[in-house]
C-alpha cells in the first residue's frame, strides 16, 4: 500500500472548517483514500474514503486531486470534540481483507 | 454503523501473568479480525490478523509465542499476552470488517493494559 504524508500537528478555531492535507504521491489507480481519526484514548473511527472523485457525508468532505497524489480532508465547522489525530492511509480494497496501516497522522487542536 | 467491542476496557495485572483481551463483532460476521498496540504518543502499529478457524498471521518482529491468539467464531477473536512484563503495557486495539457490506475496519474502543 502507498506511502501517506501528513502534517504533523495543526490547530484550527472552533466553528470554522479544518482542512487537512495529505500527501500520497506514490498512489496506485486502484487505491482508495481512506481517512480515519481518533480521540485520545479510543479506537479508531471511520470518516470517510474515495477513489477518483470528491466524496462528502454527514461528518467531512473529502478532496481528492485530479492526478490522485494528494487529497484533503475537510470537517466544514470544527468543534472541539473534533480534536483528534487524524490518519490518512491509502490502501487497496481488492485485497479485500481490512487491514490498515498508520502513519503518525495529524494532531488536529481545534481550539475556542 | 457495524460495532466492535472489547473487553475488558483496562486491566492491571501483576509481571509474569497472562491476560486475555476479547474482541467481538457485535451485528456482524467477521471472517478476518485484525489487533493493533498503540505506546503511548504513537501511532497504532499492526500486530497480527486473526483468521476465523485458522492460525492467526504475525507482523514481522511480534512474537506469536507471546501473544496468542485465537478466532474460534466468527464474532469472537480472542488475543491472549502470555508472562505479561511491564513493556508489555500498552493500548491494545482490534478491528474486524463486515465482509457482507464491504471494506471499512470498524475498531474497537481499545484495552488498556498495564503491567505491574
Known amino acids: 500500500d502507498a506511502k501517506t504524508t501528513q502534517p504533523p500537528s495543526m490547530d484550527c478555531a472552533e466553528g470554522r472548517a479544518a482542512n487537512l492535507p495529505c500527501n500520497h504521491s506514490t498512489i496506485s489507480g486502484n487505491e482508495y483514500v481512506y481517512w480515519y481519526r481518533q480521540i485520545h484514548s479510543q479506537g479508531p473511527q471511520y470518516i470517510i474514503h474515495g477513489l477518483k472523485n470528491n466524496e462528502t457525508n454527514e461528518m467531512a468532505s473529502l478532496i481528492i486531486t485530479e492526478d490522485r497524489k494528494s487529497s484533503t480532508l475537510i470537517l466544514p465547522h470544527a468543534t472541539l470534540r473534533d480534536t483528534a489525530v487524524y490518519y490518512c492511509?491509502?490502501?487497496?480494497?481488492?485485497?479485500?481483507?481490512?487491514?490498515?496501516?498508520f502513519g503518525q497522522g495529524t494532531t488536529l487542536q481545534v481550539k475556542p | 454503523g457495524a460495532v466492535v467491542s472489547q473487553h475488558p476496557s483496562w486491566v492491571i495485572c501483576k509481571s509474569g501473568t497472562s491476560v486475555k483481551i476479547e474482541c467481538r463483532s457485535l451485528?456482524?460476521?467477521?471472517?478476518?479480525m485484525f489487533w493493533y498496540r498503540q505506546f503511548p504518543k504513537q501511532s497504532l502499529m499492526l500486530m497480527a490478523t486473526s483468521n476465523e478457524g485458522s492460525k492467526a498471521t504475525y507482523e514481522q518482529g511480534v512474537e506469536k509465542d507471546k501473544f496468542l491468539i485465537n478466532h474460534a467464531s466468527l464474532t469472537l477473536s480472542t488475543l491472549t499476552v502470555t508472562s505479561a512484563h511491564p513493556e508489555d503495557s500498552s493500548f491494545y486495539i482490534c478491528?474486524?470488517?463486515?465482509?457482507?457490506?464491504?471494506?471499512?475496519?470498524?475498531f474497537g474502543q481499545g484495552t488498556r493494559l498495564t503491567v505491574v
Open positions: 451485528d456482524f460476521q467477521a471472517t478476518t
Open positions: 492511509i491509502v490502501r487497496v480494497d481488492a485485497s479485500n481483507t481490512g487491514k490498515l496501516i
Open positions: 478491528s474486524a470488517r463486515d465482509a457482507g457490506t464491504g471494506v471499512r475496519a470498524f
